[in-house]
């Protein structure tokens, strides 16, 4: 079963953004009963962390599936595939998000000829080729922290959520 006290992070290649800077937080604080440990594909991250004392793990090894099918919550700033979608499930996902946006993104991008029309707004066999072939861009974080009152509208609306699932908790990399 999955367990509250298990938070994985993660990051598509590298250790950084907003996921880096909870975690830091996280592992750093003493009084923390929360197991967290730092998912990435890349060797060297991984060894390097370590080498400095911090949980981490390869996606693909024993003890970084162990943790990914434990673990309750996935800490993103990206998409779910940053950890691992098909082990994801049952899971919540908080995307921590990478940047403010100044221009629509995600589900909000209605036209032109962009990834995300294409993902979000196509209809019928294209729809189901996509759901199949990138199936993480299609899951919608349980949470999404964000700096303000308009940007908790601007990721309510960029994930189609409700805004009672945006908090307002800053950006654990400023603050």
């Given at each position: 079963?999955?367990s509250k006290?298990?938070w994985?992070?993660?990051?598509p290649?590298k250790?950084?953004g907003?996921?880096?800077y909870?975690?830091l937080?996280?592992?750093?604080?003493k009084?923390?009963a929360v197991?967290?440990i730092?998912i990435?594909r890349?060797?060297?991250?991984?060894e390097?962390l370590q080498?400095?004392?911090?949980?981490?793990?390869l996606?693909?090894?024993?003890?970084g599936?162990?943790h990914?099918?434990r673990a309750k919550?996935?800490?993103?700033?990206?998409?779910?595939e940053?950890?691992?979608?098909?082990l994801?499930?049952a899971?919540q996902?908080?995307?921590?998000?990478?940047a403010?946006p100044i221009?629509k993104?995600e589900?909000?991008?209605?036209?032109g000829?962009?990834t995300?029309v294409?993902?979000?707004?196509?209809?019928?066999?294209?729809?189901f080729?996509?759901?199949f072939?990138?199936p993480?861009?299609?899951?919608?974080p349980?949470?999404v922290?964000?700096?303000s009152p308009?940007y908790?509208?601007?990721f309510s609306?960029?994930f189609?959520?409700?805004?009672?699932?945006?908090k307002?908790?800053?950006?654990p990399?400023?603050d």
């Open positions: 079963p999955r006290k298990i994985v992070f993660g990051h290649a250790f950084e907003n996921s880096k909870f975690l937080y996280v592992q750093n604080e009084r923390s197991t967290s730092w990435s890349n060797r060297k991250v991984v390097e080498k400095n004392g911090y949980n981490a793990a996606a693909g090894s024993l003890t599936i162990w990914i099918l919550y996935f800490m993103i700033d990206t998409s779910v940053a950890i691992h979608y098909r994801s499930g899971a996902v908080i995307n921590l998000f990478h403010l221009k993104m589900r909000d991008v209605e036209k000829d962009s995300e294409t993902l979000f707004h196509s209809k019928g066999v294209v729809k080729i996509m759901h072939l990138v993480w861009r299609f899951v919608k349980a949470y922290a964000s700096t308009l908790t509208k601007v609306s960029m189609r959520i409700p805004e009672t699932r945006v307002e908790a800053g950006f990399r400023n």
